[in-house]
């Protein structure tokens, strides 16, 4: 079931902005690109998704490389709550409900 | 609007016993699915419901587990003769008719088998 590749952690000093890359080589036509994020000790929550367009929204941006083999979600101005396991999973719309959640990465947010 | 309840947040039984996790979905989602989480492992998925139907299972154990989301009232997932493995948390998610494919989480709940 793994579809993407992420790495494993990462750091972010507050204020800056936080690059999180992914990997989605098998990703196929009718696929989207989903980002969740766990803060410690709560229920995952939905960031933004996006097929083949950038997608921008009040939490986050979204770059898909022309290719959809991989795209980085842009938090713009890390803050202390942003500190999190950030999960990329690639999902059909029309296929399985579930999403498959895989190690993510864990993003640190530094003072 | 109240969003996803999960109660109870924090459950104890001793092996041997049942738990019971009930989730309130969102006010009008008709769709809920509930997740497992190991210590230090990401979220697996178990179980897909609708109201008064079971739509996918297919990351449920074999025994000992079933869920329901009856017509009225919350879901539940219910765990006999619970082991220590099954110590975990348990997220509950929910989405609306028109599954825009955007869950929301609950706070889960977490049980531990003594």
């Known amino acids: 079931d793994a579809k993407t590749t992420q790495p494993t952690s990462m750091d972010c000093a507050e204020g800056r902005a936080a690059n999180l890359p992914c990997n989605h080589s098998?990703?196929?036509?009718?696929?989207?690109v989903y980002w969740y994020r766990q803060i410690h000790s709560q229920g995952p929550q939905y960031i933004i998704h996006?097929?083949?367009n950038n997608e921008t929204n009040e939490m986050a941006s979204l770059i898909i490389t022309e290719d959809r083999k991989s795209s980085t979600l842009i938090l713009p101005h890390a803050t202390l709550r942003d500190t999190a396991v950030y999960y990329c999973?690639?999902?059909?719309?029309?296929?399985?409900?579930?999403?498959?959640f895989g190690t993510g990465t864990r993003l640190t947010v530094i003072p | 609007n109240a969003g996803v309840m999960q109660n109870p947040r924090h459950l104890v039984r001793r092996r041997g016993q049942e738990a019971r996790l009930r989730c309130s979905p969102m006010?009008?989602?008709?769709?809920v699915y509930w997740y497992r989480q190991l210590p230090e492992e990401g979220l697996k998925f178990m179980v897909y419901?609708?109201?008064?139907?079971?739509?996918?299972e297919s990351g449920m154990p074999k025994e000992r587990f079933s869920a329901e989301f009856p017509k009225e009232g919350p879901s539940i997932l219910r765990i006999q003769q619970v082991v220590r493995g099954d110590s975990a948390a348990y997220f509950c998610?929910?989405?609306?008719?028109?599954?825009?494919?955007?869950?929301?989480f609950g706070s889960g709940t977490r049980l531990t088998v003594v």
């Open positions: 998610a929910s989405s609306p008719p028109v599954n825009d494919q955007k869950e929301t």
């Open positions: 419901l609708q109201k008064e139907n079971i739509i996918d």
């Open positions: 999973i690639v999902r059909s719309k029309t296929g399985a409900n579930n999403l498959f």
């Open positions: 006010k009008g989602h008709s769709h």
């Open positions: 098998t990703i196929s036509g009718n696929e989207y």
């Open positions: 996006g097929l083949k």
